[in-house]
């Protein structure tokens, strides 16, 4: 018997056949010694069971030490074991031994090796992970220079994103509240939502989101373009976290570009979404490039120029000067950037962890939402202390409206055109300029 340790069972010393009940229980043993790191008392415990009877048994025991044998870098030794569960006749475990020797032959660098057992496990996979499987697929035909497979593989991967994507809902939602907002009869509708700063300090915080729900009602321009630069980059965001993450970034990010614009911007109430809009291309640009997800040919397009967009944007902004909140567009590129770089994307595969080793075989002290859960709070926490800061200088002072005074016009907006489109071709025309959050300078 060995000395010190985990006691493997006593059945383990036992000649002869197992019981079924007790290859059960040894294989439950096994795992809980995997799971703790005691990788070669888990290899023990899972060669006593290899030759049961049973093929589903002896394929989970070879599953099993494989894994093992894997943790403890004898890969040589894993992928014949992998293998040999393929001489078996059909169990459960068929289809994770292929997607294992997938995943090692790309660690060898034999990526026809890995596309063909990635094909075999296609073939047996749940139809939860047969989108992962596409993604990996489709990358792997990218690379092999099979440009046609990986956009079929890509294609049925994506799923087509969210059967109705919450992007047209608050682009609807926007259009509609800003074009009533723009009526002869709406003028109280756009004073209850712009960001009157003297209003949120004493207390009307709703104005930090409602904001982006009206825009300048001397340029429709204003409106257009904000809208679409969110129709291109919405969806995007959708597809690679999901709705509900999708709506929880919108808020922040349109937070805190109104929160920056309420600590050190002007007394002048300002309209638009172009804050939270700025968010969403910060956490694209971030999220490409901290995370690696799989991107079509779309999404590859515009995080390709969207660098190139933000700058030329920010720069713009600061060029035409007190028109433009440039507060509220470095506020909400700030925390979208932070998002990116804190949030994995949870909807595709990124080239991060597509071939990582195992999970458990690199420590871990915290759960994996840990990090993220405290990045977002340190911005809750910075947006509450912007607020507590913007309301102590605004205490005792007045809006300095001045009536008459419009916003940029369409000049403006056409200026942005000369910006490549990520829908179309590089040397065409695109909006995210025009898309500017504009200050209104209506009466009171």
Not at 148 to 164: D, E, K, T, V
Not at 256 to 269: E, I, K, T
Not at 383 to 404: D, F, K, M
Request: charged share 20%; hydrophobic share 45%; glycine share 10%.
């Amino acid at each position: 018997m060995p000395d010190g340790g985990p006691v493997p069972a006593p059945e383990l010393y036992n000649e002869g056949p197992l019981t079924r009940e007790t290859a059960r229980a040894i294989l439950d043993r096994a795992a809980e010694l995997l799971e703790s790191g005691d990788y070669r008392d888990a290899a023990v415990h899972y060669r006593r069971v290899v030759g049961f009877d049973d093929p589903t048994v002896t394929a989970a025991a070879l599953l099993g030490l494989a894994e093992t044998l894997y943790r403890l870098d004898e890969d040589e030794a894993a992928i014949a074991t992998w293998e040999s569960i393929l001489e078996l006749p059909e169990t459960p475990s068929t289809y994770h031994a292929h997607r294992n020797i997938a995943a090692a032959r790309v660690r060898e660098g034999d990526l026809q090796g890995a596309i063909a057992a990635y094909r075999e496990a296609d073939r047996r996979a749940p139809p939860e992970d047969k989108a992962e499987i596409a993604m990996r697929l489709g990358w792997l035909a990218k690379e092999t220079g099979n440009t046609g497979a990986s956009r079929r593989y890509f294609a049925r991967g994506r799923g087509g994103g969210p059967a109705f994507p919450l992007t047209w809902l608050i682009i609807g939602l926007t259009v509609v509240v800003s074009f009533m907002a723009m009526s002869p009869d709406g003028a109280f509708l756009y004073d209850m939502l712009q960001l009157d700063k003297r209003a949120v300090a004493d207390g009307e915080y709703y104005r930090l989101w409602t904001v982006t729900l009206v825009h300048d009602p001397s340029n429709l321009l204003h409106l257009f373009f904000n809208m679409y630069a969110l129709y291109i980059c919405g969806p995007l965001v959708e597809q690679l976290y999901g709705s509900r993450l999708f709506v929880a970034f919108y808020l922040l990010c349109a937070a805190a570009g109104s929160v920056a614009s309420f600590v050190v911007g002007s007394n002048v109430p300002s309209v638009g979404a172009s804050g939270a809009i700025f968010g969403l291309f910060g956490l694209l640009l971030a999220a490409s490039r901290a995370h690696h997800p799989v991107l079509d040919r779309r999404g590859r397009s515009l995080v390709g120029q969207i660098g190139m967009l933000i700058v030329l944007n920010l720069v713009l902004g600061f060029a035409m000067g007190a028109r433009i909140d440039n507060a509220a567009h470095v506020g909400g590129l700030v925390a979208g950037l932070w998002l990116g770089v804190l949030i994995v994307p949870g909807r595709v595969p990124t080239l991060r962890s597509m071939w990582r080793r195992p999970a458990g075989q690199e420590a871990s002290t915290l759960p994996a939402f840990a990090l993220p859960a405290l990045g977002v709070g340190a911005l809750v926490l910075v947006l509450v202390v912007g607020i507590v800061i913007g309301t102590e200088q605004r205490a005792g002072t007045s809006a300095n409206v001045q009536p008459g005074i419009a916003a940029p016009r369409s000049a403006t907006a056409f200026l942005s055109s000369s910006i490549a489109s990520p829908l179309a071709s590089r040397d065409t025309s695109s909006t995210l300029s025009a898309s500017l959050r504009v200050r209104s300078r209506a009466a009171a």
